[in-house]
């Protein structure tokens, strides 16, 4: 028993400790690319994104839900749960196919944009997205500011870039298409997918500069991830190349140069932004913070 008591004393010191840390991050950036698969992230040319990986936490190996495929995986990502519970089934759903557990006022299951404003009713927060499909999966009644980049990558960055640097929200998101584009038309695992890689790469470049110029590098914590993989030139599937997805995370409180062993679900990152954030977490999500990456 007493074994027990100091060894939640001690993790309940090393979070608090942790806490303390990440509370010095006032900026959250997450950043998804879709049809990024984990394991393209060994061998892809992408300076930028391997910088955040020395100074932070990542793992090639982080798990999206079944089906693999857009619509279902970036609900999860954004709402802390499951299909099962949001009811996002497809790749391009627009509505949920199973009713959604629960709803918030806004009229969809809690998501991580409803969540900020019921909590931290000031909190200024943005969105660009480039895939149209993005639209139906988050509260835009909760949200500051919304771009709908309408599949051009070039210009969310660009827009993301200006958003950051003149507005400084607290929580942003940003949404490429690719490399998934080029996952369909060409095929994963080909020259062209990787080179595409490299342009992902550039635009998450201007997004770091632009919280360079904005003179919050010191307080901005910046998540990578994706919603799926793909094999061929499709996804949808149960293969590793189609279900494991990259997970990088870097700024003030997280381990530098850290590969993560922990288990990672999609739903897991609305988990960690939310504790990063210091906010409850609904208890329908599922999620839960991928403590591991927190400095101690």
């Known amino acids: 028993m007493k074994s027990y008591l ?4 001690l993790l309940l010191c090393l979070s608090v400790v942790a806490q303390a840390q990440v509370k010095k991050a006032k900026h959250i950036i997450l950043i998804g690319c879709d049809g990024f698969g984990g394991y393209a992230l060994a061998d892809a040319n992408m300076p930028n994104l391997k910088a955040l990986m020395r100074n932070g936490s990542w793992t090639a190996e982080a798990r999206c839900v079944l089906p693999s ?4 995986n970036w609900a999860s990502l954004l709402m802390g749960a499951g299909p099962t519970e ?21 009229g969809l299951f809690p998501g991580i ?17 480039s895939w149209n499909g993005i639209g139906y999966l988050f509260e ?3 949200v500051n500011i919304v771009v709908n980049g309408k599949e051009q990558d070039d210009f969310c960055a660009d827009t993301a870039a200006s958003v950051i640097k003149n507005e400084k929200p607290f929580f942003t998101f940003v949404h490429f298409d690719e490399p998934d584009g080029t996952g369909h038309s060409i095929g994963h695992r080909t020259p062209a997918y990787y080179k595409q890689l490299e342009l992902v790469d550039q635009r998450i470049g201007r997004i770091l500069k632009a919280v360079q110029d904005a003179g919050i590098a010191d307080e901005t914590i910046v998540l990578i991830t994706a919603d799926h993989g793909g094999t061929g030139k499709g996804h949808g599937g149960k293969t ?21 062993k922990d288990v990672i679900i999609t739903y897991d990152t609305a988990a960690t932004l939310a504790w990063i954030m210091g906010l409850d977490q609904p208890q329908s999500w599922r999620g839960k ?8």
Do not use: C, M
């Not at 790749?91 to 918030?104: A, D, G, M, R």
């Not at 997805?245 to 870097?250: R, T």
């Open 69 to 72: 495929s857009s619509a279902v």
């Open 86 to 106: 949001h009811g996002y089934t497809e790749w391009n759903s627009k509505v949920p196919e199973i009713p959604s557990v629960t709803k918030t006022a806004y």
């Open 113 to 129: 944009f409803s969540v900020i404003r019921d909590q931290k009713k000031q909190a200024k927060t943005a969105i660009v997205y």
């Open 6 to 9: 100091r060894t939640t004393l």
């Open 240 to 260: 590793l190349d189609e279900v494991q997805i990259p997970w990088i995370i870097a700024g003030p409180g997280i381990r530098k140069n850290h590969h993560i």
């Open 289 to 296: 913070p991928v403590s591991e990456v927190f400095a101690k």
């Open 140 to 142: 835009k009644e909760a």
